[in-house]
């Protein structure tokens, strides 16, 4: 039942002292208040409570059990994190500016750090997610091209095919043409495909290391001396940092233009669980062109700079999204430089103990020494029990956990995509296992029995390209 199924006329969950002080004139024109009052349900506090509490507990997250999400990176978040935003959320952005240098102080020490994490020169905390941090970079990267004189000739940016489907819509976003690269046999930037398509037409490569698939490029020192050859500038995709911060960076690979998720790698809760932040992090020849304001350090602590002369201006309102980076450099102080690291070590362990176990019964594309994330390849196994990857993510929901990615990268057909993340133990990746090994044995005795799940859920199989199109966001009667 609804709440709105559960509204009673007159029944309230409120009681408001009785009205004392002068009406105040409403300015607001007449032609814009409302004719009647908003449906809104009648319902007394109990009501609402058990209303929110049921919709919880139809929900399902980290702090419920695994969910491995490749790419999406769902892992959990510390609560001590959310003891750090609390601690900030009176703050107001159009308060003076002596009355949140506090504020200040910490968006340029966590700018400081995640320089440092990733090898980069300066860095804006301002977009509010990856995607948005990509559609930054690339405009970052034309806004210098349009200082060299070289725009008119730089229209292209090279995407690999194993890319996430932000990075070449972002670039087409920025302005640019976008041209694929096929993936080589090894899942890799295959390097003769590169050299044919690079020369001084190339603005910007794009890439994310490891790569979509899970895998470290292992040429990407060659690759930076490539582009860098022609005067084109190497994009780094990093929303997943999770592999190897602590362990290696960006900025020492050779790229240029760096984004992160803090909302994934830094742990902060993100989808339908809150906003995101999608700093852009670069090396010195980019930092004029950043959005502004930028924090500065000064001599007496931190600043903000609005005089950036060549800045593509702001791209957010205010400083972005705040209490995302207030848990991020939670997360990042409390772990501490040893504890990245150990953080990027686990969830490669995690990552390589499940793909080990999963490849006795599944194929593993490309199966080698993965970094955080894996892909599973169910073609065959599609063609031979007429079960697919959606099914057997569906059939998991039975089981009681989150399914992995599916469909994506694009590049394996009926992939899975699978990351542990750093924190799960090893009783919950045996129970993954576990859960995966029943399933392929349904598959083989009784794929109708996966191919209708799930049967435990609130919802079954949802319309979910209907549900995008024409989404109902009001009750009706
Ligand atoms: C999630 C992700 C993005 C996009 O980030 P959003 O915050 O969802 O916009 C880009 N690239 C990769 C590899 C990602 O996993």
Redesign the pocket.
Known sequence: MTIFEKSVQGRKGYELPVYDIEEVKCEIPEHLLRKEPPMLPEVSEVDVVRHYTDLALKNYSVDRGFYPLG??TMKYNPKINEDMAALFTNLHPFQPRETITGAIKLMGHLKELLCEITGTDDMTLQPA????GELTGLLVARAYFEDKGELEKRRKVLVPDSA?G?NPASAAMAGFEVIELKSGEDGCVNLDELKAHLDDSVAVIML?NPN?LGLFEKDILEIARMAHEVGALLYY?G??LNAIMGRTRPGDMGFDIVHL?L??TFSTPHGMGGP?S?PIGVKKHLAPYLPVPIVKKTESGYDLDYNLPKSIGMVRSFYGNFLVMVKAYTYILTMGNKGLKHVSDMAVLNANYLRKKLSRLYKVAYDRICMHEFVIDNEEFAKKTGVKTLDIAKRILDYGMHAPTIYFPLIVHEAMMIEPTETESKMTLDRFVEIMEKIYEEAHSNPELVKKAPYTTPVKRLDDVSATKFPIFRYKK
């Not at 997610?129 to 948005?132: D, E, I, P």
């Open positions: 790419s999406c997610a990856g995607a948005h996430h932000t994310t979509t995709d929303a997943n998720n909302h994934k995101g999608g």
